[in-house]
């Protein structure tokens, strides 16, 4: 793709949530030692909130990389499962010996005796669930019994649970209100702020392997704080939309015409109505940039 153009050693802007381009954003770090104190002071629920591309996923990934060995992990990342299926996935992840005839209680019992047999080896036992709010009721509300499970002076289970904001309002029911009075620490994600957006490209394309003068100028980073919201996502979205544009029109700078060609051809992001004339000429000029780069044999890589 552009690569070469720009002297990359990889894309800087991919949708995938690699730790290896983590952004120490106030949010996020906040975020995270609140994660890690909870943890440490031996909490049972703990909940981190963020709409849609502000970045839960590679936090989540960034937390289960960075916590120490003394933590045992039972990672859930698609949590639309019943609760049947819950409990068995746990069952694995934690490497329980499943019992030979297949029993809920006798399932329940033996997750409990391993979690009772990490405590006695000084470790602690931490469930991390991602994209929370799609956990079904009757799994949500077996997961808070799972959580049951401890001795008379400490929690044998700690779980984390990332979601949208839409997992609060499911927390608002009186359903569970339960397992809402159980969340001790949590915190919400906020998007980027401008300047932290500005830090936030410059250091993805140092990772990626850019050594050259900046790329994007300062009314650049504010028409995409403008049109992203400061959502990482759609920003990673436009960026590489808009090197995309660079490489196919042969130049090494951002303009603005880029970011109002890349805004128009992407869902969920705008500059407002006064630039509804740029989505006229927004497939030509993206089509243009994908024709090289299909001939570069990289678009598929990109999508894939």
Known sequence: MYQTHFGLIELPFTLTPNTSFYCDLESHRNAFEVLVTALEAGEGFIKVVGEVGTGKTLLCRKLLNELPDHYVTAYIPNPYLTPSEMRAHIARELQVKMPQVRSEQLLTQAIQERLVEISREGKLAVIV?????????HTLEALRLVSNLETESRKLLHIVLFGQPELDERLATREHRQLRQRITFSYNLQAMSMTELARYISHRLHVAGYQGPALFSARVVKLLHQASRGVPRLVNVLCHKVLLLCYGEGVYQVKPKHVRLAVADTEDVSLGKSHWW??????AGLAIAVVWSWQAGWLTEYWS
């Open 129 to 137: 669930v991602d994209e929370a709010q799609a956990l079904p009721s």
């Open 278 to 283: 740029w989505s006229l000429v927004s497939i």
